[in-house]
Nanobody, 121 residues
Framework: QVQLVESGGGLVQPGGSLRLSCAAS????????MGWFRQAPGKGRELVAT???????NYADSVKGRFTISRDNAKNTVILQMNGLKPEDTAVYYC???????????????WGQGTQVTVSS
Protein backbone atom coordinates (compact mmCIF):
# COMPACT_ATOMS: atom_id res chain seq x y z
CA GLN A 1 0.00 0.00 0.00
CA VAL A 2 1.28 3.46 -0.95
CA GLN A 3 0.15 6.73 0.60
CA LEU A 4 0.80 10.36 -0.29
CA VAL A 5 0.21 12.78 2.57
CA GLU A 6 0.12 16.52 1.92
CA SER A 7 0.49 19.40 4.34
CA GLY A 8 0.91 23.16 4.30
CA GLY A 9 -2.28 24.55 2.81
CA GLY A 10 -4.23 27.42 4.33
CA LEU A 11 -5.46 30.98 3.98
CA VAL A 12 -3.08 33.68 2.81
CA GLN A 13 -3.40 37.26 1.59
CA PRO A 14 -2.60 38.19 -2.03
CA GLY A 15 1.13 38.52 -2.48
CA GLY A 16 1.82 36.08 0.33
CA SER A 17 3.60 32.74 0.38
CA LEU A 18 2.81 29.15 1.28
CA ARG A 19 4.86 25.98 1.24
CA LEU A 20 3.20 22.68 0.41
CA SER A 21 4.82 19.38 1.29
CA CYS A 22 3.97 15.84 0.22
CA ALA A 23 5.52 12.66 1.59
CA ALA A 24 5.15 9.24 0.00
CA SER A 25 5.18 6.22 2.29
CA UNK A 26 4.43 2.51 2.23
CA UNK A 27 5.66 -0.15 -0.13
CA UNK A 28 7.85 1.94 -2.43
CA UNK A 29 10.32 0.41 -4.83
CA UNK A 30 11.13 3.56 -6.75
CA UNK A 31 9.56 6.91 -7.67
CA UNK A 32 9.70 8.51 -11.08
CA UNK A 33 8.04 11.88 -11.61
CA MET A 34 6.37 13.75 -8.77
CA GLY A 35 4.18 16.80 -9.08
CA TRP A 36 1.39 19.07 -8.00
CA PHE A 37 -2.00 19.61 -9.60
CA ARG A 38 -4.85 21.85 -8.55
CA GLN A 39 -8.59 22.06 -8.97
CA ALA A 40 -10.55 25.26 -8.48
CA PRO A 41 -14.33 25.24 -7.86
CA GLY A 42 -16.22 24.44 -11.06
CA LYS A 43 -13.04 23.70 -13.02
CA GLY A 44 -11.07 20.64 -14.02
CA ARG A 45 -7.85 19.48 -12.44
CA GLU A 46 -4.80 21.18 -13.95
CA LEU A 47 -1.06 20.67 -13.78
CA VAL A 48 0.87 23.11 -11.62
CA ALA A 49 4.41 21.71 -11.65
CA THR A 50 6.27 18.43 -12.03
CA UNK A 51 9.78 17.23 -11.28
CA UNK A 52 11.56 14.09 -12.46
CA UNK A 53 13.79 11.91 -10.32
CA UNK A 54 16.73 13.63 -11.99
CA UNK A 55 15.46 17.10 -11.07
CA UNK A 56 14.04 18.29 -14.40
CA UNK A 57 11.14 20.62 -13.73
CA ASN A 58 8.08 21.73 -15.67
CA TYR A 59 5.66 24.52 -14.74
CA ALA A 60 2.29 25.78 -15.88
CA ASP A 61 2.68 29.17 -17.54
CA SER A 62 0.41 30.72 -14.90
CA VAL A 63 2.85 29.93 -12.08
CA LYS A 64 6.24 30.35 -13.76
CA GLY A 65 8.47 32.71 -11.82
CA ARG A 66 6.30 32.48 -8.70
CA PHE A 67 6.26 28.77 -7.74
CA THR A 68 9.22 26.45 -7.23
CA ILE A 69 9.04 22.67 -7.06
CA SER A 70 11.74 20.57 -5.43
CA ARG A 71 12.15 17.06 -4.07
CA ASP A 72 14.16 15.05 -1.60
CA ASN A 73 14.63 11.59 -3.10
CA ALA A 74 16.00 10.16 0.14
CA LYS A 75 12.82 11.16 1.98
CA ASN A 76 10.39 10.52 -0.91
CA THR A 77 9.16 14.09 -0.51
CA VAL A 78 8.13 16.79 -2.95
CA ILE A 79 7.82 20.47 -2.00
CA LEU A 80 5.97 23.32 -3.70
CA GLN A 81 7.08 26.79 -2.63
CA MET A 82 4.46 29.31 -3.68
CA ASN A 83 5.31 33.02 -3.66
CA GLY A 84 3.41 36.00 -4.97
CA LEU A 85 0.10 34.23 -4.53
CA LYS A 86 -2.94 35.56 -6.37
CA PRO A 87 -6.68 35.01 -5.77
CA GLU A 88 -6.78 32.88 -8.94
CA ASP A 89 -4.39 30.42 -7.27
CA THR A 90 -7.21 29.46 -4.91
CA ALA A 91 -7.84 25.74 -5.33
CA VAL A 92 -7.44 22.32 -3.80
CA TYR A 93 -3.85 21.23 -4.47
CA TYR A 94 -3.11 17.55 -5.05
CA CYS A 95 0.20 15.75 -4.89
CA UNK A 96 0.90 13.12 -7.53
CA UNK A 97 3.66 10.55 -7.93
CA UNK A 98 4.48 7.74 -10.34
CA UNK A 99 5.58 4.83 -8.18
CA UNK A 100 6.36 1.18 -8.57
CA UNK A 101 6.25 -1.05 -5.53
CA UNK A 102 9.04 -3.31 -6.75
CA UNK A 103 11.68 -3.14 -9.42
CA UNK A 104 9.74 -5.58 -11.61
CA UNK A 105 6.35 -4.00 -10.93
CA UNK A 106 4.43 -1.72 -13.26
CA UNK A 107 4.45 2.03 -12.69
CA UNK A 108 1.24 3.42 -11.17
CA UNK A 109 0.00 6.95 -10.51
CA UNK A 110 -0.88 7.82 -6.92
CA TRP A 111 -2.68 10.87 -5.55
CA GLY A 112 -2.80 12.60 -2.20
CA GLN A 113 -6.04 13.61 -0.51
CA GLY A 114 -5.66 17.28 -1.42
CA THR A 115 -4.99 20.41 0.61
CA GLN A 116 -6.95 23.66 0.35
CA VAL A 117 -5.15 26.87 -0.61
CA THR A 118 -7.19 30.07 -0.35
CA VAL A 119 -5.81 33.44 -1.41
CA SER A 120 -8.00 36.27 -0.20
CA SER A 121 -7.82 39.59 1.57
Amino acid sequence: QVQLVESGGGLVQPGGSLRLSCAASGRIGSINAMGWFRQAPGKGRELVATITSGGTTNYADSVKGRFTISRDNAKNTVILQMNGLKPEDTAVYYCNANIRTGFQSAWASYWGQGTQVTVSS
